[in-house]
């Protein structure tokens, strides 16, 4: 059974940073794409960015530059470092793998 267990979520002040963590186990990971998505209240699950199987990397125009996303495949785990994060950046950011998501983790923009 496959699982995604995010972490690393907290309040952070403006211009600040955290680093997101992704936990997957069972039959998944090094062959496969996997993205982070956010979801705001009230507003439709975004996609972010996605990490290929190679370590290609594509991002959102809302967060190429600030955010990096990095993936460790002994570990089966893939990260989002978020830097200058901003208010509008508050969302539960979801890990996602093909066909399986995370439960998501808050993170929340807040001087």
């Known amino acids: 059974q496959v699982q995604l267990v995010e972490s690393g979520g907290g309040l952070v002040h403006p211009g600040g940073s955290l680093r997101l963590a992704c936990a997957a186990s069972g039959n998944i990971f090094a062959n496969d794409a996997m993205d982070w998505y956010r979801q705001a209240p009230g507003k439709p699950r975004e996609w972010l960015a996605t990490?290929?199987?190679?370590?290609?990397?594509f991002y959102a125009v809302p967060v190429k530059g600030r955010f990096t996303i990095s993936r460790d495949n002994a570990q089966n785990k893939m990260f989002l470092q978020m830097n200058s994060l901003q208010p509008e950046d508050t969302a539960v950011y979801y890990c996602?793998?093909?066909?399986?998501w995370g439960q998501g983790t808050q993170v929340t923009v807040s001087s």
């Open positions: 990490i290929t199987s190679s370590g290609s990397t």
């Open positions: 996602h793998a093909p066909d399986h």
